[in-house]
Every structure is written in C-alpha cells, then in structure tokens.
C-alpha cells in the first residue's frame, strides 16, 4: 500500500502576503512592507504554528525549522535576528503571525532559539533586522536547515541597543507595547533632504559642492583720484551649486521610522538625513568609486553602526 505523501520541506518563496489589520490586547497592527526594517526589543517561543500546527503561509509548522513569527512584516520575510546578552546573530525566515501579546517584538520556533544559543525559559533581548539573502541561504531555510551564522556584533554597538529596551523586561502579557510598523504615523509630505541636513554644519557632503566663483575681473581704469575699487562686489556672487549628489556611491548607515532617531544617528556618524516615504534615512557621501565609499563603511562601523552599506547613489 502506498503511503501517505508527506508534506515537502521546500516551499518556494512566493509573493509576499501582508493580511489584514488586527488588534492585540487594544494595540492595533497593520501588516505592511517596509524594504528597511531594524527594531529592538524581546522574543518569545512559539510552541505552534497560529493556525492549528500550521503558519499563515499554509506551511506546516516544524519546530526544528530556523523560524519565525512576526506581527507586521509581509510572509516570508527574511531578518537577522542579534541576541543582545551575547552578540550572537542568526539568520531567521518569518512564516507566521504574532506573537499575540504586546510586549514582544517576534517569536521564534524552537529551531532558531536553539541556534541563538539562548534559553526558551523566558523572553530573551533581541533585535531583527530585515535583510535580503542570497537564494542558497533562502533554500537552506526553506529546506528547514540552518545558514551560516553572522559575525559577532561588537560590544559597543550591544550597549547602544540594549540602552534602546523597554525599562523592564516583559513577564506578564500587556506590559509595554511595542511599536508597530503601521501607517498611523501621519505620513509626512516628502521634503528635500537638505533643509534636515543643513542644519548640521560641519558636515561638508551634506551639501552639494559650490562652484568655485568666477575671479573678479580688474576695475576699470579710472584715473590716479580714484584709488579704492569697489572690493566688495567679487564676494557679493554666490557661489551656484553644483549637483554633486548625483550618481556615483553613498554608504547607508541605517533607516528609521522616527526622524529625531535618524538625526541623532547623522549627528554621531557625521552623516547626512533624508527622507523616504515613511522613512528617514542617514547615509553618507556621496563617494565617487565603491573603493572610496569604503572609507565610510569604515567611519559608519568606527562609531558603531556595523551593518553600513555601500549602495548606488539614488539622489535626483
């Protein structure tokens, strides 16, 4: 006799499902799609999938699976998930909904905590970060395997991120609510990002690079009774800018979704803000060669923001 077909590990990544709003112990949360995606805050076990031993992807859930349940994020989705007592970081798929109470960021399955290297006894301090994998990373997981782990995260960068946690550490459902990525944040109209940055001076790439006057040209020949020239007028040009924010590299260090959170990062790497959508991004440049935009990784990670990347120059 045949036997029962078992389900198969692999399920290929479709397109991304969102749902619909939901609310939790009065905190409503709206699924959406953010492209950056970087919270701290605490995880929790999931013993199950939230729909009866399977994910809301429809996958049957698998304890053993490197896994995931996040409340906003679109499914699957792929995040870096940092235990911040040990600086451990491991690459996580999310598949399902929840955690169902307020006061933790994500669940994950007992796979993925077993991979962390942390205890299942309690909530654990954590941050995720939505990252884009490569394929083989992404069909390890579907695969219910593991991909390689990532560097450590240094020290002085874990003490900026748990200095970010809630004051006291959940045991009870409903304590602090966490902040959902939902669009009830009033979406500000997108403004250039010079005003934002220009308010920093110091910051010299912050602002396109002036154009260099043109020399004054001589005074007139005038007779000896004239000795003074009007030496005022050659400093009464304004230099015009020049568009040197297009094209080339800019190195990212990171994207919130407060704009005081972003300035304050772009004051501590020296960078500079600019708005996105629902999004304030701190970047700096731009560099004109990837090579040179090195330089800013290395600045960015100097003052603790190791995760900078270099990208194209996307400025208009």
Request: charged fraction near 20%.
């Amino acid at each position: 006799m045949a036997q029962p077909r078992q389900p198969a590990a692999m399920v290929a990544d479709g397109p991304a499902l969102l749902g619909a709003p939901f609310t939790v112990n009065g905190t409503s949360y709206t699924p959406a799609d953010p492209v950056y995606y970087d919270e701290v805050g605490y995880a929790g076990v999931m013993a199950d999938g939230s729909q009866s031993g399977a994910t809301a992807t429809g996958e049957a859930f698998a304890a053993s699976a490197i896994t995931a349940a996040h409340k906003t994020l679109p499914l699957p989705s792929y995040v870096e998930v940092t235990a911040l007592d040990s600086g451990k970081t491991i690459l996580v798929r999310v598949n399902d909904r929840g955690p169902m109470r307020n006061d933790q960021l994500i669940a994950l399955s007992p796979g993925a905590i077993a991979q962390l290297g942390v205890s299942d006894q309690g909530p654990v301090a954590v941050r995720v970060r939505r990252v884009n994998p490569p394929e083989q990373e992404r069909a390890a997981l579907r695969g219910q395997g593991r991909a390689a782990e990532r560097l450590e995260t240094p020290a002085n960068l874990l003490k900026v991120l748990r200095g970010k946690l809630p004051a006291v550490r959940p045991a009870m459902p409903a304590a602090a609510p966490i902040r959902a990525k939902a669009p009830a944040t009033p979406v500000q109209s997108v403004t250039p990002a010079k005003p934002v940055a220009t308010k920093r001076p110091g910051a010299d790439f912050d602002q396109a690079a002036p154009v260099k006057p043109p020399k004054a040209a001589p005074p007139a020949v005038k007779p000896a009774s004239s000795p003074k020239p009007p030496a005022p007028k050659p400093t009464a040009t304004a230099p015009s800018p020049a568009p040197a924010r297009k094209g080339g590299y800019v190195v990212q260090v990171g994207a919130f979704s407060a704009q005081a959170r972003a300035e304050a990062a772009a004051k501590n790497v020296g960078g500079r803000v600019e708005a996105a959508g629902k999004l304030w991004r701190v970047r700096l440049g731009p560099y004109p060669t990837q090579q040179a935009a090195q330089a800013g990784v290395r600045s960015a990670a100097a003052k603790g923001f190791e995760n900078a990347r270099i990208m194209a120059n996307d400025a208009q």
